[in-house]
């Protein structure tokens, strides 16, 4: 949702009822636009996360979101922590009905007790965090100087100036909003979010759902104006889209606005991060099937080459067998190939610098030479359709991922390969504590007639998946295409043709032919099913397996790991 200054009025009431009093603990920048506060308030420790990127820009608590801290903290957060370490949050305020909020800071130092603010310009891609001392600026998240041919200066050491108001009606004016009124033209909301200030388009929709189209200055004065806010968020298909401040038809109630804001844009920067992550790990895939490509098509060039092997083993023999016919200065001459049913003649190319001996000698290097190369090429060739089987595979896998950790399994598989640089992590100092077991991402678990079924996500969970079933458990692969590995769990039982089913349905759902009508499944007892040494991740062979023919079903009914 746009941070419009209608939003940010109830964010900033609820930020300065959560903050005022507490005392900043911790002060983090772990990405570029991104700051983040640890506060020590009377109700405990919160988090406050600042964002002041083009897409995502808010102040909000308590979001579950978690960032990992660069090793070298940025200069900004070098200067906050040097000025607002132990800071105590007297006041958190809105500047005008304008979407900049401040925070009044008294700062402590071993000589003096000083005041310092804090703006937070939340503003789109023009957002920015501005550090000032008695209306001179400190610092700022992005500075601009007049070379630069900004229209304000954010340098140290210059005067704090505002962000230049826009030409429209104030909100809080009903005389504005009226005069503005005057000129209404085209739809209701357009006019509203581009002639009266601080009312982002969404916001104007949602007043326009209250009030109708024949929405009365009066009406828009009342909906700014109240005191009333009523925090939701509102959800389509299950996911959520926005949060308002205002009860909308499509909105689930929170407890707090911030509440709200946190549980948006929790899941939409996990939903970025998820998309973001995806598309990198396709496109390092991508690269690495081009040079497969390459490499593939090298190859069978060669033994595209190799394959007149044989005619130059012959050229030799028939300079052999007609050697008493072949004279030393001869560019060529014609056999009969003995080894033709119909004995058709054959021309022999000849080095005229070379005798006879010579000759036949230089094709039989030749043939051999061939030989060797084309079973160096063979081998080649069938690495390089091994590969690209196994990058086909994890592709297929991140295209069906459905978590961050399902792309991390993956990204881990494409780190190993060398197709990915591993993400950089901070060293550890002397006598450091480790870092504690990442979480294991779990399985596609399902309960059926009381059998659990155990469905893979990619590479690395299928093999783990395999390893960890007993002996007499069912695994079942579709025949064929590339699919994750499916189990039923029987403890020491026999499952029955109904649950077999069902799990090759699951089977089939999440493999390469999801589209098709029918899919092959097959399915054997964990016992048969080997790994052989060197293999790539998720690959098996099996054996004393029967065959079941099944049409693909996601069974999400059945599903218990996203309950």
Not at 50 to 71: Q, V, W
Not at 318 to 326: D, F, G, K
């Amino acid at each position: 949702m746009p941070q419009d200054a209608f939003t940010l009025r109830y964010v900033c009431k609820e930020l300065n009822a959560a903050f005022v009093g507490g005392k900043i603990s911790k002060i983090n920048q772990p990405e570029k636009d991104l700051l983040s506060l640890l506060i020590y308030t009377q109700k405990g420790t919160v988090k406050l996360d600042i964002d002041l990127s083009a897409k995502f820009c808010r102040a909000s608590a308590g979001e579950s979101t978690e960032f990992t801290n660069p090793k070298t903290a940025p200069n900004f957060c070098m200067l906050l922590r040097k000025h607002l370490q132990n800071a105590e949050i007297t006041n958190v305020e809105q500047a005008g009905f304008e979407r900049v909020l401040y925070f009044d800071l008294k700062c402590f130092s071993e000589f003096e007790t000083t005041s310092m603010r804090l703006y937070l310009e939340i503003m789109g891609k023009y957002s920015n965090a501005v550090l000032t001392k008695n209306g001179i600026i400190v610092g700022a998240l992005k500075t601009a100087s007049l070379e630069t041919g900004a229209r304000r200066v954010t340098l140290s050491g210059a005067v704090y100036r505002p962000p230049e108001k826009q030409d429209k009606a104030d909100p809080t004016d009903l005389a504005q909003i009226k005069e503005a009124f005057k000129t209404k033209r085209g739809g209701a909301a357009e006019f509203i979010s581009g002639r009266i200030a601080g009312i982002a388009y969404t916001t104007a929709a949602d007043m326009i759902e209250t009030y109708g189209e024949n929405i009365t200055a009066e009406n828009v004065y009342e909906y700014v104006n109240s005191p009333n806010c009523q925090p939701c968020v509102a959800v389509k298909d299950g996911e959520p889209y926005d949060f308002k401040a205002r009860a909308v038809k499509d909105g689930k109630p929170r407890e707090s606005l911030l509440k709200a804001q946190a549980e948006y844009y929790s899941y939409a920067v996990n939903k970025k991060k998820f998309q973001d992550g995806k598309r990198k790990l396709l496109s390092a895939v991508a690269a690495a099937e081009k040079k497969v490509e390459k490499r593939l098509a090298a190859a069978l060039d060669k033994l595209e080459e190799c394959a007149s092997a044989e005619t130059v083993k012959l050229k030799g023999e028939l300079i052999t067998a007609n050697i008493y016919a072949v004279q030393r200065g001869m560019k060529s001459f014609e056999a009969v190939n003995y080894y033709d049913e119909n004995c058709a003649k054959i021309t022999v190319e000849l080095d005229p610098r070379l005798t006879p001996a010579q000759n036949a000698q230089k094709y039989y290097k030749k043939y051999a030479k061939l030989k060797r190369t084309a079973q160096s090429v063979s081998g080649q060739r069938d690495e390089s359709l091994r590969r690209a089987e196994y990058l086909k595979s994890i592709k297929y896998n991140v295209e069906l991922a459905e978590n961050l950790l399902d792309l991390t399994e993956s990204q881990e598989e494409l780190i190993a390969l060398s197709l990915m640089a591993p993400p950089q992590k901070e060293r550890a100092g002397k006598g450091a504590k480790s870092k504690k077991v990442e979480e294991e991402n779990p399985c596609r678990t399902y309960l059926f007639k009381g059998y659990t079924v155990l469905c893979g996500r990619n590479n690395v969970q299928n093999d783990r998946l395999t390893k960890r079933i007993s002996a007499s458990d069912v695994w079942l692969h579709t025949k064929s295409f590339h699919s994750s590995h499916v189990a039923i769990l029987t403890d020491g039982g026999q499952a029955d043709d109904e649950v077999i089913k069902f799990a090759a349905e699951v089977c089939a759902y999440y493999s390469e032919a999801r589209g098709k009508d029918k899919v092959a499944v097959d399915y054997t007892l964990k016992k048969f099913v080997k790994k052989p040494n060197g293999a790539n991740a998720g690959f098996a062979v099996y054996t004393d397996f029967k065959t079941i023919l099944v049409a693909p079903q996601a069974h999400a009914e059945e599903r218990q790991d996203e309950r």
